[in-house]
């Protein structure tokens, strides 16, 4: 998602999962990932480390390249392998990948970790706590609350502006809180990309448009755009998550070194925030070099997790 695209947090049919020890897996959704054999579940000698990407997810983003430049300054190898999130797990779950560092849970990839859950171990739990929501700009007025959406569909051609088809966040917005305040009737939830959410989303703000759409926090958006987060006063969307680094079991006890790193590793919302703008002002294919400035900016922040 240039950095943009995002959440496909989610839930895909469990059956997608089915990608186990193929060095090929498919999504449901028709596209393939590859996940390359190799060094995954290697013991603590090893200096390769393999971790998987889901792009479009700016923290995800923001977190792997920040490990990756950390790490390749201590003399190791870094390979980032950009996958879908059923084919993340699955991958991590079998040693195909070492590390993935934008777990949500645990209600965002709760189907993943009820099917996997067992081959699989918490190494950090780095920032929270992180939502789901439906989101505004702040110049529509008269509505603060998802409940208010239902008076005002027509100003919203009745559209929620959606991201990938198969994510948590879609899920929820589907299953729980549209039915919760009586969307259904009114409201089509459209399914995009993450990075085609927020280009509509930044178009209709610069025309000053109304629009809603479905969004997350921690996200750079926030503090780059007039927006605010709709109340959610049932519940629909469930208590906010924390955002966790996970490998495959064993992982701690096999590299001790990365492992307590990574247990040290937190960000508050500032830390994150700058270093998502960061690496936005830097532009696509220039992520490390972003992460690099961050960390020279941060170092004390950087050499508490390493102790």
């Known amino acids: 998602m240039n950095h943009t695209s995002r959440r496909s947090r989610g839930t895909l049919l469990l059956g997608c999962i089915a990608v186990a020890l193929t060095l ?9 990932a590859s996940v390359d054999s190799g060094s995954g579940g290697e013991k603590a000698n090893s200096k390769t480390v393999k971790i998987a990407l889901v792009e479009g997810w700016d923290e995800d983003i923001a977190a792997t390249y920040l490990w990756k430049e950390i790490l390749e300054d201590r003399g190791y190898k870094v390979d980032v392998q950009s996958l879908d999130v059923a084919s993340t797990f699955a991958g991590v779950a079998n040693k195909q990948v070492d590390l993935y560092l934008d777990a949500w849970l645990p209600s965002t990839h709760e189907s993943y970790w009820k099917k996997l859950g067992s081959k ?51 899920r929820l917005t589907r299953e729980s809180v549209m039915p919760a305040y009586g969307l259904d009737d009114d409201y089509q939830l459209t399914e995009s990309s993450s990075s085609a959410m927020l280009s509509a989303l930044q178009s209709a703000i610069a025309k000053k448009k109304p ?15 007039p927006l605010k987060v709709l109340k959610d006063p049932e519940g629909a969307y ?6 966790q680094a996970i490998a495959a079991k064993g992982f701690a006890a096999d590299r001790p ?26 532009g696509t294919g220039h992520e490390q070099e972003a992460a690099k400035e961050w960390i020279a900016e941060n170092k004390s922040v950087v050499d508490a997790w390493l102790t």
């Open 24 to 32: 090929v897996t498919t999504a449901c959704s028709g596209q393939t």
């Open 211 to 225: 629009i809603v759409v479905t969004l997350w926090r921690p996200h750079w958006a926030y503090a780059k755009l």
């Open 257 to 282: 070194e990365l492992a307590g790193w990574l247990k040290n590793f937190k960000l508050t919302s500032a830390q994150l925030g700058s270093l998502e703008l960061l690496i936005q002002k830097k």
């Open 120 to 170: 699989l171990e918490v190494t950090s739990t780095w920032y929270e706590p992180a939502d789901l929501n439906l989101t505004v700009p702040t110049y529509v007025k008269d509505v603060n609350s998802i409940a208010d959406l239902k008076a005002h569909a027509s100003e919203f051609g009745g559209d929620i502006v959606g991201i990938e088809a198969g994510s948590g966040l879609m």
């Open 238 to 243: 469930g208590k906010p998550d924390s955002v």
